[in-house]
Every structure is written in C-alpha cells, then in structure tokens.
C-alpha cells in the first residue's frame, strides 16, 4: 500500500507562479506512474498531467499545457517526489490538488478511473 502526501498549496494571486509537491508513505514512488489532479467545487475531478516511473514520459492536458509541467526526482535523498509547477495562476486554477497513482507497473494515463492510490489533496486558492 502507498499513501501519498500532497503539499504546498496556498492562496496566490492571479499570475503567480506556484509548485506543488507529491511524497509517498509506505512504498517508493519510483515504482508507480504518477498523476496530477483537481476537483473545483461542484465540477469532476479533472486530469492535469501524468508522468511514467523515471520521468521521461510526461503528458500534460490541453487546458493547462503552456502554464503547467509534471516532473519527478527519483533519488533516494529527496525521498521520490513528484512535482506540479503551475505558472500564470488564474483564479479558474482554484481547486483542491490531488496527486495518485495507478498501480505498479501501470502505465501514466490521463483516465481518473485508472488510478487507485490518491492523496488527501491540497488546495490551492488564485485571487483575481
């Protein structure tokens, strides 16, 4: 079992620039794929971008693809992180942030229903 840990949201205003952080309990990160995700109150949860294990393999959704990017650092020392940098914040960004993963060895996927290990989320609040 992984538990996964997202971190670093917060209130900015709108063009700000902001990076969100995914850490794992449990199990190494480098064994999973890995996602990123919002859910705006009142909307469906919805796809922001996927990454393979080591991080040579990113997709990132049409919406956010000029403004946001997936990265991962595998090394021991940072304890496997996954990151989210969002640039050009609108308050349309605000939402609560969830990184997850498929199960091991699944490949990235832009589909919520192929991920089975979500974190609790962070939320992230763009003032106008």
């Known amino acids: 079992q992984v538990q996964l840990v997202e971190s670093g949201g917060r209130l900015v205003q709108a063009g700000d620039s902001l990076r969100l952080s995914c850490t794992a309990s449990g199990r190494a990160l480098y064994s999973f794929a890995m996602g990123w995700f919002r859910q705006a109150p009142g909307k469906d949860r919805e796809f922001l971008a996927a990454?393979?294990?080591?991080?040579?393999?990113?997709?990132?959704?049409d919406a956010v693809k000029w403004r946001f990017t997936i990265s991962r650092d595998n090394s021991e020392n940072t304890k496997n992180v996954v990151y989210l940098q969002m640039s050009s914040l609108k308050p349309e960004d605000t939402a609560l942030y969830y990184c997850?993963?498929?199960?091991?060895?699944?490949?990235?996927?832009?589909?919520?229903?192929?991920?089975?290990?979500w974190g609790q989320g962070t939320q992230v609040t763009v003032s106008s």
């Open positions: 990454t393979n294990w080591n991080g040579d393999i990113t997709r990132v959704a």
């Open positions: 997850a993963a498929p199960s091991a060895g699944r490949p990235a996927s832009f589909n919520v229903h192929d991920y089975v290990h």
